[in-house]
């Protein structure tokens, strides 16, 4: 840290990805496939992991800027060979929904939106630093398919589909 400047932290998640662990983070046997309850456990692991790693941020640098991401929701139920135009709200929501935590310095302007996606996160971020007004999110999602799918190699933009309809 270069003294009166603060630093940026970008850390992109990995956890809860298999291999699971306890919410005591120890890893799961392997064996195991009660998979809503591994990915539970290991949710509460991470989040006992982020707490430790935003304390010790905060007692080198409180005005870091933190941002802890996730690339994608659970997956559960996501079928990645059906075309994504076909797709429902829910499966799309359940992909699309990402862990997104934002630890932004007293001097930035705070996010008037809670829904901020990847980009638009870093778009945040970016305001911060050059202390310019926080953009509205634009949360634009793209949807693809695995190799040997016909439309594999094309995105599909499915952001007016993860607009749930009133």
């Known amino acids: ?3 009166n ?3 940026f932290f970008l850390i992109h998640n990995m ?3 298999p291999p699971y662990r306890d ?3 120890n890893l799961i046997n392997k064996t195991d496939k009660n998979i809503d309850i591994n990915y539970i456990n290991s949710t509460k692991c991470s989040l006992n992991l982020i707490d430790k790693v935003i304390t010790k941020i905060n007692n080198v640098d409180p005005n870091a800027i933190v941002v802890i991401q996730g690339d994608h929701g659970t997956e559960f139920n996501y079928d990645w060979w059906e075309n994504p135009e076909l797709l429902n709200y829910e499966n ?3 992909r699309f929904s990402i862990f997104n935590a934002i630890k ?3 001097n930035c302007e705070k996010p008037m939106f809670l ?5 638009d ?3 945040l971020v970016m305001s911060c630093i050059y202390q310019t007004k926080a953009p509205e999110p634009k949360n634009k999602s793209y949807a693809g398919v695995y190799w040997g799918h016909e439309k594999f190699g094309y995105l599909t933009d499915v952001s007016k589909k993860l607009k749930k309809e009133n």
């Open 115 to 119: 829904q901020y996606d990847n980009v």
């Open 23 to 25: 919410e005591n983070c």
């Open 5 to 7: 400047e603060a630093n």
């Open 104 to 106: 932004l310095p007293e």
């Open 1 to 3: 840290t270069i003294k």
């Open 15 to 17: 956890n809860p990805h």
């Open 121 to 123: 996160t870093i778009k």
């Open 92 to 94: 799309l929501h359940e």
